[in-house]
């Protein structure tokens, strides 16, 4: 009987794994931010759903990377970013910031999906197609 196979992640899905955790974990920062500050409702809630994007990207590059025991990157947390910093960027300037977020990673993640293998990337990648779309829209 032959032993199951399971091949590691190629050079380019790490390299979008790596991307994806590093950029995310920036824009959660960055968002966190934006939440302290911002005036109308219906951009906040806007914020709120993009950072809910980033938080659950975030933690599903890292996971792809534990389960290939890859090292896991450093990344920024609320150490690097003081929300209690005075108030820099106008509301429209917040709605700019996450619509050229969305036109980013859609793409950055297409891109990437055409050049991974293993399926749980492809469907990492996939639904960060679809949720970068929405966020766009």
């Known amino acids: 009987m032959q032993g199951e196979h399971s ?3 190629t050079s380019s899905e790490i390299s979008v ?3 994806s955790y590093q950029n ?9 931010y934006f939440l302290t500050n911002v005036d109308d409702p219906e951009v906040k809630s806007i914020i709120e759903f993009a950072l809910g994007i980033s938080q659950k990207n975030y933690e599903i590059s890292k996971e792809i990377l534990k ?3 890859q090292p896991i990157p450093v990344g920024f947390t609320n150490e690097d970013v003081s929300t209690s ?8 300037y917040y709605l700019y910031y996450i619509k050229n977020m969305a036109k980013i990673g859609l793409s950055v993640y297409g891109v990437a999906l055409s050049a991974s293998a293993h399926l749980d990337v492809r469907n ?14």
């Open 7 to 9: 091949p590691r992640l």
């Open 17 to 19: 794994m790596w991307s």
């Open 24 to 32: 995310n974990s920036f824009t959660i920062c960055i968002l966190k």
């Open 67 to 69: 389960n290939d025991k």
């Open 85 to 92: 910093a005075p108030r820099l960027f106008s509301d429209a």
């Open 124 to 137: 990492f990648l996939s639904q960060a197609i679809l949720t970068s779309t929405e966020l766009y829209n």
